[in-house]
């Protein structure tokens, strides 16, 4: 296919195929392979326009693509060579920034961490995080509702969305990049956007909200005997704290070594039979009055859970970089399990009450079926999102274990039905749990989506064999 036209629009630097393409073809976790039309790089929301025209005037499919850190192969394109990647890293400007209005915007290709910072340098605070932060963009980070690790205070990434600008399958440019908290004048169209994968259009700016830098923060790892003893302490945290807790991660003992094991710079801060718990949370408190007034806040909530014996031990952050390398830790989990290989992946969410009968229950199904898997549990305790990972473990290869995945999927996602959970909290659909979807919703609700998709994608070229 001739695609000189496609160059006069971003430039024939801009429009990669063969082997300078083969990067955007292939996912993170290295699970899903295509081979795409050409991957083609505008720089411009109206140059995305044009693009998407171009492709629906030939009935192209379109992969939208940010910083291909997805973990669903939802930025993939298949392996037909008919698919454009639409990636969206050129578009990386920070437009402007609000600071009586608390807003800014940012382009879908600026990296989560630019915008964090920008942020910072206007005295505010945009408080998404990701392990990830360093290289995924806004735009994927909205078109997945992305969480993260402050959902507890701030919510998911549609919670901190107050306007979007996006190019429609049709190639049209909707503008609604208005910084208003209040705009009841119809369907929301920005929450459609947000979350469909670029199954219904392209996400190519958006405003989003800023809030007050916290004026002392305090961290804590603490070792806990069971996950019975972890919601305890969490709901004792959301009664001290209220809204100033804004972190509790829970992590499986095998996590934290695992770290260790993979970067041996990194060390638990316990020792002895603490650092032989089987289970850890990471907790944060941000305060907006003062250091002192965190601090005895901190002290008075631990002391009390440590004395009733819920927290065995407690690693209470003296400084800054302290508390870094704490979040550290955390944020290294999974590049240490990428590091060991492949595994059989969950991004579930649960009611908090049922989660560590969730995890008892379906540990004991996975033993009887798969004698020997490692299960690599860790995740947001607090808006009861787990990413519960089944490993190879003893007695068997990875590429056995990869195996029998359909398998291991069934084991564990008819666990979280019967707990009334999601198979998908924050990660998305994509390729990986697309077959799975209907089996897990409502049919009501799956005939409401497919009828979306073809309203506002009647071609069916956005991001095809993704999500639908």
Not at 26 to 41: F, M, N, Q, T
Not at 213 to 240: C, F, N, W
Not at 415 to 429: K, M
Request: proline share 3%; hydrophobic share 45%.
């Amino acid at each position: 296919m001739d695609l000189g036209a496609l160059s006069g629009i971003v430039g024939t630097e801009h429009v990669l195929t063969g082997d300078a393409a083969r990067a955007s073809e292939l996912d993170w976790r290295e699970r899903y392979a295509g081979k795409a039309l050409a991957v083609v790089r505008p720089g411009c929301t109206e140059e995305v326009a044009r693009v998407v025209r171009w492709c629906a005037d030939r009935g192209i499919g379109i992969v939208p693509q940010g910083g291909n850190t997805g973990l669903c192969g939802g930025a993939t394109p298949d392996m037909s060579g008919t698919q454009m990647i639409l990636s969206l890293q050129r578009l990386d400007r920070i437009r402007a920034i609000d600071t009586d209005n608390d807003t800014l915007v940012a382009e879908a290709g600026c990296v989560l961490q630019a915008i964090q910072e920008a942020a910072r340098n206007a005295d505010r605070l945009f408080p998404l995080s990701l392990a990830a932060e360093g290289s995924c963009t806004i735009g994927g980070n909205l078109a997945t509702n992305a969480g993260g690790t402050q959902v507890l205070r701030y919510g998911n990434a549609r919670e901190l969305v107050l306007g979007l600008e996006a190019v429609t399958a049709s190639g049209e440019i909707m503008h609604g990049l208005k910084g208003l908290r209040k705009d009841n004048t119809g369907y929301d169209l920005r929450n459609l956007l947000i979350g469909s994968e670029g199954t219904l259009g392209v996400i190519t700016a958006a405003t989003l909200k800023l809030y007050p830098q916290p004026v002392a923060q305090r961290t804590a790892l603490l070792a806990l005997r069971s996950i019975e003893d972890a919601v305890t302490v969490l709901a004792a945290a959301r009664k001290g704290f209220g809204a100033a807790l804004t972190g509790f991660e829970l992590i499986a003992d095998s996590c934290l070594h695992g770290v260790v094991r993979c970067y041996p710079q990194q060390r638990i801060p316990f020792d002895g039979a603490s650092a032989a718990m089987p289970w850890f949370a990471l907790l944060e408190l941000s305060d907006s009055e003062s250091a002192g007034h965190a601090q005895e806040r901190f002290e008075t909530v631990l002391g009390a859970l440590m004395a009733s014996g819920r927290i065995a031990d407690a690693a209470i952050a003296e400084t800054v970089a302290q508390s870094r390398a704490l979040w550290h830790l955390r944020e290294s989990i999974p590049l240490s399990e990428k590091a060991f290989g492949k595994s059989v992946k969950h991004d579930i969410s649960l009611p908090v009450s049922a989660i560590a009968r969730f995890v008892k229950e379906t540990n004991a199904l996975l033993q009887q079926s798969f004698p020997g898997v490692e299960h690599v549990v860790f995740g947001h305790l607090g808006d009861g999102n787990l990413h519960y990972n089944v490993a190879a473990g003893t007695g068997r290869t990875e590429a056995e274990l990869l195996a029998q995945q359909d398998r291991i999927f069934a084991i564990v996602l008819d666990s979280v039905a019967r707990f009334d959970g999601s198979i998908s909290a924050e990660h998305g659909i994509g390729q990986l749990k697309r077959g799975l979807l209907p089996r897990y919703k409502d049919p009501v609700a799956m005939a409401l989506m497919r009828d979306i998709k073809r309203a506002l994608d009647p071609l069916g070229i956005m991001n095809p064999g993704k999500l639908l």
